[in-house]
């Protein structure tokens, strides 16, 4: 039976502690907040958990095997690095730290101690992105053109971290997980519409070593939420549509070429659509799922702190491009260095 | 009666010829087309029309007041400027003209003989646009803080063409119409996925004098056909989805915001919402009757050739832009210099 | 402080509790359910209720004032019919009970008792139908004309109810309240596709007394799910879409009417459209609250005993009506003879 | 060559004749029309037709091989039995005729004289209802249990045909087309709500002989144009929505049933979704190409004389059983004594 300690009982906290809570090989040992309306809460739901106001305390609790991180980014390196030399093993809410260096000085101490790091990614969990990367598995999609994805609503706007860093990282983990040709370049543009808030709308193309783009729209500022990915392929093309309540995903046959002699020029028509079933198993169940197997088995997470570093280097070169107007950022370099 | 010209009879020609034929004070007095089959089509549905294989001949012809040109873009600026310098009044289709320097040859040229130069951006005549540039001058929209347009589908890849003069260019013309605020900068990204194509996929960020930023989302390998176009103002915010048969122009209001102290974030929330009639008065119809209008007295038309003139610029920045992988390109430079 | 008891923790039982529970002026005193496993969630949830399996040591509760009775139909009589025996204020699930006498009997004892019985007609409490009731108060629809809906999915098929009980009832009490001409007829068709079970699909018309026409489309076998009801009025037109997420209310002008001569008819067009920001506050609390407010006021609850004997007279006739392939059953000497 | 002469050239005419002269062993002979302008229209686009005012004269032209009747429904048997009599092959516009009883005599006189007698029942030609054919014939479906067409919009309220004749004379003809067991009763419910206007709005309800069920909404006095149709399977369900512009026809497989113990009752599941591609061959091409075909080879229509008598009964017992209030009326006597 592992025993899981959750720091931050906020907004997500009490969603990934109740996930936890329905493994049938872990329970939620302990649980850290600086509030405490919000440890009253926690002790409700999860009575045997032990609760504490200092994360200090919970990562010195010698009957923690592994520890949560649900806070604020700009604590999780703190959090997650004593969590490591504690030897824990750490999840790691996203985006996984502020800075590249960080997130690899995380992977770099994991590895060392040979301790399971994970970032929670959860969109890779969901049914839909497993059925998106079986069918990738199973070439029925094809070499990967493009992937196009439109995330935007009216909402909240956020004081310390910019659209990028709230909607962006999903799709960069997204991208980590469908699209097997690394990030070689980013080209970024956004604005900030209200005084006093980080930028609220971006747009970001990707370019992939192999040639495939990827482009993101990123806003906090539209009349209407829409969670679209265009996935085009050499044999099929893809439509991710989050916001339907039935077919996600669309898979889309190319029809026959016509060619149009007049106006010289390739003419594509569609062919059939199919949509397939998914699973209705909730993503943050399946990811801590993985979690546990991981750690019981010493495996590595489809999601792991490598994946994490990746996607905060994208984060961070986005932003810098943005401060260029879109004056592209390699990341090959990065890469390296780190 | 004005006497109009039309040179080309393809895959547009006929469309304009019939909205010329529909008018009250107009009549299609010639029409010119390299192809015989073409021209036995012309006649048919314009018996009264002079019929000529020679572009040449329908400029040199002294019963024609006015020309149209739709042509490829290549041809453009050595009809319309035959045309103009026969002392005949001319509409181009869109693109005016395939480098900058042509486009403002063209104007110049008009400007010498004080003849009408108009540029056929339908667009700008649909009704939708109309109410929406109704709303902006009426104070509703508030100060425009982006435009956000997609337009996709599967079909055409043309050869000659690439995606951004394809259907960029219809973009570039409702900004040029509905944003008072002059482009500063464009940073474009674009990918070609066939060989021996043209890109295919591009996307074009827009930096506007005033702090507005426009973004456009352009494709031939969709599996959807997208045609919506978002606009945040600080009073309002607008969706024209071309698509739709009704509710084409949806307008938002925006709710009061909510201060979300535990997640130290502003909220905000949707207000009512709004769809205006449409005329469902032809644009082309429109357009035309613009042309004649200003033939007879002297207007500048709302689609001028300075107009046409500013979205090939906008073309030829976001050409090269692409070409340096998003790395921005001033516009203020080319504005003074032409 | 008004202590009430619930009797019945299945499917909605519990939602019921905690909207109770979530009351300034009211508590959860008792909860009854027959399955020990039901009432270990029901104690984990609301410690300070006290937990009986037999209704009847509930309705025997002197400490308790209100009952609210979420049980299967067939026991609603019983339950409901004794705790106003014993002086209490009742809140009873719909449908009802399952004969028109039976509610009829219910309706009078509360009347002799002069206690509160109210029917949990929810939809009459979203903040949708509230909007829409409102506008036809204010005069915006006119005359209504027509109620047509459609309420169809795949899913549940019922073994002791069929689908007229399941999904009729709840346009049955929305028309109740929106409709002010009360229904003088019922016509309605149906038929069961799968052995031992009961009717699945069913089609209703309602002839109301001053010439409107209600018509119902529910069915449990539909490969979509479709929850949308047309108003049409002779003022404007509104539709409600309880699967959209924004915009679930529109309100359509009805635009200018043209004479086509040519083809000797009467043409209309639509006008503008409009849909109202809709409140976000739950139905089910506004429902308590309103319980809550009668009790202690002694008004009569918008859905009282007298709208849901209306409601189970049409699903009692609609059910005749079938057995009869749509042949129409008169609804006026029903209204009279209960 | 078969010479086909068209009578009437109102609003359907033009387009029968267009797809008429499109076909390569048929040419349009004669147009015959009321009105000298629509005369007049007709010889610019026919130039080597024969045109006459009088029906009579085109139906005595003995160089006409068939007639195609276009004109107002009253009119369909006259000039339909003039044709046959003069041996001519018949094609009459839906519906076929006014009355069961002139539609039973024609059906009689093209038998006794050896002609061809179609019905356009166009809507049975679109590659949509092929492809569902197609399934259907393939066994993908299964049986039907049942077809649920929902046909209304805003627009025409014409003066002499009521809604059920004008819009549900669609589904009838598909319903002919698609489902083998023939109709045994027809119970209709309708409301007129504008003053000396024909019934605007209709429910109807076909029982088939063997226990399937069908079911008609229309409407001219929606807010919205809706035109969709449910077909139920024991296999498979289709949804046929002809406002899409891709994705017309999706076939829906019904997932694994759940047994929901707590609630008694059985739950049905989506399985995955195929949206078949579709031909974009015009409908009315197809048609011509079906009555020249029969003509030529003495075949009988897809749409034959005893389909359109089918389709006539339909909407006469529809008719009566509206003035009933909705009271079953059966076909069984009226098929016999036809």
Not at 44 to 50: D, E, G, K
Not at 278 to 301: D, H, N
């Amino acid at each position: 039976m592992i025993r899981i300690g959750v720091v931050g009982y906020g907004y997500w906290g009490p969603n990934i502690a109740r996930a936890a809570s329905e493994l049938e090989n872990a329970q939620v040992g302990a649980i850290a907040d600086l509030s405490a309306p919000a440890l009253d809460r926690a002790g409700r739901r999860h009575p045997s958990a032990s609760l504490v106001q200092d994360w200090r305390d919970l990562v010195a609790d010698t009957a923690i095997d592994a520890v949560i991180v649900a806070t604020p980014v700009e604590t999780h390196f703190d959090i997650a690095m004593a969590a490591l030399k504690a030897g824990k093993h750490v999840l790691v809410e996203k985006p996984m730290a502020e800075t590249p260096a960080k997130a690899a000085a995380l992977v770099d101490e994991a590895a060392r101690r040979q301790k399971i790091l994970m970032v929670d990614h959860t969109f890779v969990y969901t049914p839909a992105i497993q059925a998106i990367r079986g069918m990738i598995d199973a070439g029925d999609i094809g070499d990967i053109y493009y992937y196009d994805s439109t995330r935007i609503n009216l909402g909240l706007f956020q004081r310390d971290v910019n659209v990028i860093w709230d909607l962006a990282v999903h799709d960069f983990a997204i991208m980590d997980h469908l699209l097997d040709s690394k990030a070689a370049a980013i080209s970024a543009t956004a604005a900030a519409f209200l005084p006093n808030s980080p930028e609220n709308m971006a747009h970001l193309t990707v370019y992939h070593e192999n040639g495939a783009l990827s482009h993101l729209n990123v806003n906090w500022m539209s009349p209407v939420k829409i969670r679209q990915t265009l996935i085009g392929g050499s044999r099929r093309m893809v439509i991710y549509d989050d916001m339907q309540t039935s077919e996600k995903v669309k898979v889309y046959d190319r029809g026959a070429s016509m060619e149009d002699a007049y106006e010289r020029r390739v003419n594509y028509r569609l062919g059939d659509m199919w949509a397939p079933a998914l699973s209705s198993k909730e993503a943050l169940l399946t990811e801590m799922q993985e979690f546990v197997r991981c750690i019981e088995t010493g495996a590595r997470p489809l999601t792991d702190g490598e994946g994490g570093l990746r996607v905060v280097k994208l984060l961070d070169a986005a932003s810098r491009s943005t401060r260029l107007r879109g004056q592209p950022i390699e990341l090959f370099a990065l890469r390296e260095a780190s």
